[in-house]
């Protein structure tokens, strides 16, 4: 590996105002916890990002933004040059960040009352977004087997029919189960939605994350059809933890729904994007930054062979093994303690601050989501503390 991509060492982020590290007092969590709960990463991010942010800085005019045609350019090599997936700069619309990309959708696409479907266990946001707008939700839950993820096709089909479901909320890889959809399975959802009418909002966030031997589909790359009934969020938010510049990217190429999300953003009061956020974005979907993504790849690669290593020597628990993400999700059913017990024993006795699963909706209880983007050797601290703890 390039030595100029440190990701071991350990940089002291409390008194940044970090979500992460500066909340717990707050957020009823004991001092001095050990926070690997939210999904942002303890490195520092790219260089070629840090220069192209100071450059700006030191420029300190700072006022409203709009991308321009470089921005547009580095964004269509990205996806073009990594997913195959070709797409024009019309198509591109600016949020504050996917969540409220989410959000706006379900607001812009749907009506109160109306349904819309999502995966548990599944990103806590999700089913936030659909009944804090006051629609209703349906759950098509995931299945375990040998080890793995399945979708429940039947399920999938009969709740879309039956509820008529009108949006579905696709997460796409798959937080916090790790899967990576192959194509054929992302064609039986788009076949489905296809059949009925429903909208597709497809969360792939976490798309730069994957590990060897598996690739990332772009939901709306697989075909015109398909395309047209979806919005793809996106963001180098999680690729190259930039989440507090607030930028993300959300690619509609349908027209109609296009403009139907852009009012509804404009109804939020929202128009320009942050600066510093296309400033890092621009630098970040560069030659320098895939490289340096790439060496995050493999050190996180590094990081879950510890995790699974760890797992093995523990026969109570269970590693579910990703396919991306960097976010490990564990079961530990085995364990034999109420969720409450072992959410406390992790939090007083380990002093971890995990995400307990059962926040993630039907299928999560019993399970804790570990967020493992920090120096290999705090993730090493941490899953001594755990075991200790037990
Ligand atoms: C699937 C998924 N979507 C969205 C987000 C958050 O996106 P943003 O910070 O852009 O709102 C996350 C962060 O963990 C996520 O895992």
Same mark, same amino acid.
């Given at each position: 590996m390039?030595?100029?991509?440190?990701?071991?060492?350990v940089t002291e982020r409390r008194g940044t105002m970090s979500l992460k590290y500066d909340s717990a007092p707050r957020r009823g969590k004991p001092a001095g916890i050990l926070p690997l709960w939210v999904a942002d990463m303890d490195f520092s991010t790219a260089d070629c990002i840090k220069a192209a942010l100071a450059q700006v800085s030191r420029f300190g005019v700072l006022g409203y933004s709009e991308p321009d045609e470089a921005?547009?350019?580095?964004?269509?090599?990205?996806?073009?040059?990594?997913?195959g997936y070709s797409l024009q700069a019309e198509w591109?619309?600016?949020?504050?960040?996917?969540?409220?990309?989410?959000? @706006?959708?379900?607001? !812009?696409? @749907? &009506?109160?009352?109306d349904a819309v479907l999502i995966q548990s266990p599944v990103y806590y946001p999700f089913a936030a977004a659909v009944r804090d707008t006051g629609r209703r939700l349906v759950t098509n839950e995931l299945v375990l087997s040998d080890g793995r993820y399945h979708i429940d096709f039947d399920d999938l089909s009969a709740k879309i029919q039956r509820e008529k479901v009108k949006l579905l909320i696709l997460c796409s890889?798959?937080?916090?189960?790790?899967?990576?959809?192959?194509?054929?399975?992302?064609?039986?959802? !788009?076949?489905?939605?296809?059949?009925?009418?429903?909208?597709?909002?497809?969360?792939e966030i976490h798309q730069d994350f994957i590990f060897p031997g598996c690739a990332h589909t772009v939901?709306?790359?697989?075909?015109?059809?398909?395309?047209?009934?979806?919005? @793809?969020?996106?963001?180098?938010?999680?690729?190259?933890?930039l989440a507090g510049l607030q930028l993300s990217n959300i690619i509609i190429a349908n027209?109609?729904?296009?403009? !139907?999300?852009?009012?509804?953003?404009?109804?939020?009061?929202?128009?320009?994007?942050?600066l510093m956020g296309l400033v890092a974005c621009r630098a970040a979907y560069s030659a320098e930054g895939a490289a340096w993504l790439e060496a995050l790849l493999a050190?996180?690669?590094?990081?879950?062979?510890?995790?699974?290593?760890?797992?093995?020597?523990?026969?109570?628990?269970?590693?579910?093994?990703?396919?991306?993400?960097?976010?490990?999700?564990?079961?530990?059913?085995?364990?034999?303690?109420?969720?409450?017990?072992?959410?406390? @024993?992790? &939090?007083?006795?380990?002093?971890?601050?995990?995400?307990?699963?059962?926040?993630?909706?039907?299928?999560? &209880?019993?399970?804790?989501r570990l967020n493992t983007a920090c120096p290999r050797s705090v993730l090493a601290g941490a899953l001594e503390r755990w075991r200790g703890a037990f």
């Open positions: 390039d030595m100029s991509f440190d990701f071991d060492s921005f547009h350019a580095v964004l269509r090599a990205w996806f073009a040059r990594r997913y591109l619309v600016q949020t504050p960040g996917v969540v409220s990309a989410l959000y @706006t959708a379900v607001r !812009a696409l @749907t &009506e109160a009352g890889p798959h937080n916090p189960v790790g899967r990576v959809w192959r194509r054929d399975e992302l064609e039986g959802i !788009a076949e489905i939605c296809l059949r009925h009418g429903v909208v597709v909002v497809a969360d939901f709306a790359a697989l075909g015109a059809e398909t395309q047209n009934i979806t919005i @793809t969020c996106t963001s180098p938010s999680k690729s190259f933890n027209k109609a729904l296009r403009r !139907a999300f852009r009012a509804e953003i404009g109804r939020g009061g929202y128009s320009q994007p942050s050190y996180l690669g590094g990081n879950m062979a510890l995790v699974r290593a760890w797992a093995a020597e523990w026969p109570e628990i269970r590693f579910i093994e990703p396919e991306g993400t960097y976010l490990a999700w564990i079961d530990c059913r085995g364990l034999g303690l109420s969720p409450d017990a072992l959410a406390e @024993t992790i &939090e007083q006795k380990a002093g971890l601050w995990l995400d307990d699963g059962r926040i993630f909706g039907p299928g999560g &209880e019993g399970f804790q």
